[in-house]
C-alpha cells in the first residue's frame, strides 16, 4: 500500500482489542507503511483513556515502545494523562512533529473529556489532514467514531442512550469486545439488546461491532475509501431498519457505500 499523499486523510484503525500485541501487527505495519514506512514513521502513544487507573499508562506505555520501536523511526510515549496535559507545549510539539496516533484502552468518557476542546486534539486533526493515521483500541475506538452510546448499561437492562464522539469516522458507533458481550449473555438476549440499540440509534447511524483481537481499518485509496477487517476475528455491522447484522470475517473488505467514504475530522463535531 503507498503511502497517503499530502493532503488527504491518512488511515484510520478501530480496535476491539489487542493494542500493541502481535496480534495486531498487520494492522500497525499497515499504518506505519501509509505514512511512508518504517523510515518516516513517528507513532504517539496515547494512554489517556487509562488515566484515572495507577500504573496503567506506563504499562500501555511500556508495552507500545516494545511493540512499535522495530516498526517505526520514532515512537514517542507521552504522559498525556489529564486535561492540563493537552495544553503542555511540550507534548503539542511532539504531537506536531508524529505522523501515527495511537490510543489505548480505558475509560471512553474520560478520554473525551480530556482531549474535548483541547490544543491537543486540534493538533491531532490538523495532522489527520496531513496524512497521519490513527488508531483507537476500545476507548480509543469509541471515541473514534461520530456516535457513542451505553452499551454495558443497555446489557444490565438500562435504556439505551446517545451521545457524541469525536467524529472522525462520521456515523458510525463502536461498540469494542463485541465477541466478549455476546459469549457472556448468550446469543438470544444479545440480539434483543441490539434491537434496544437499533430502534433508539440515530437514523444515520452504523454500529460496528468490533471483536477483540480485531480492528476494522480504513484508508483512501484509487477508487475512493476502503474498509477492511484485520486481526483474528469479525466485525458486525447494524444499521436501522435490518435487525440481522451483517458479519464481515478478518480479511474481508466492506463493500462501497457500507461505511463512510471519508474518515477526515468532520468540523460539525466535537472539537
Not at 87 to 110: C, H, K, M, W
Not at 158 to 169: D, F, L, N, R, S
Not at 214 to 229: C, E, R, S
Amino acid at each position: 500500500m503507498p503511502p497517503t499523499s499530502s493532503g488527504q486523510p491518512g488511515a484510520v484503525a478501530l480496535l476491539g482489542s489487542g493494542e500493541y500485541l502481535d496480534v495486531m501487527n498487520e494492522t500497525d505495519r499497515f499504518l506505519v507503511e501509509i505514512v511512508g514506512g518504517t523510515g518516516k514513521a513517528h507513532v504517539a502513544l496515547i494512554p489517556t483513556a487509562s488515566g484515572l487507573e495507577p500504573g496503567s499508562p506506563d504499562y500501555w506505555n511500556d508495552l507500545g515502545l516494545d511493540h512499535f520501536r522495530p516498526l517505526a523511526k520514532q515512537v514517542s510515549a507521552l504522559p498525556l494523562l489529564a486535561r492540563e496535559h493537552t495544553e503542555d507545549e511540550g507534548i503539542l510539539a511532539t504531537l506536531r512533529e508524529a505522523n501515527v496516533f495511537y490510543f489505548s484502552g480505558g475509560s471512553p468518557q474520560y478520554l473525551m473529556e480530556t482531549f474535548t476542546g483541547s490544543a491537543a486534539w486540534d493538533t491531532i486533526v490538523a495532522r489527520l489532514r496531513e496524512g497521519a493515521a490513527i488508531a483507537g483500541c476500545s476507548a480509543g475506538a469509541i471515541m473514534l467514531g461520530t456516535y457513542r452510546t451505553n452499551f454495558r448499561s443497555v446489557m444490565a437492562g438500562e435504556p439505551a442512550t446517545w451521545g457524541q464522539a469525536m467524529g472522525v469516522v462520521p456515523h458510525v458507533a463502536v461498540l469494542p469486545h463485541f465477541d466478549r458481550a455476546w459469549r457472556r449473555i448468550g446469543e438470544d438476549v444479545m440480539k434483543e439488546h441490539v434491537k434496544t440499540l437499533l430502534s433508539t440509534a440515530p437514523s444515520d447511524a452504523v454500529i460496528a461491532g468490533v471483536e477483540e483481537d480485531t480492528a476494522l481499518v480504513g484508508w483512501p485509496g484509487d477508487a475512493g475509501w476502503q474498509w477492511q477487517v484485520q486481526g483474528r476475528q469479525n466485525v458486525w455491522l447494524l444499521w436501522h431498519g435490518d435487525d440481522a447484522p451483517t458479519v464481515f470475517e478478518s480479511g474481508a473488505m466492506i463493500p462501497s457505500g457500507i461505511l463512510p467514504e471519508t474518515a477526515i475530522y468532520s468540523e460539525s463535531n466535537p472539537k
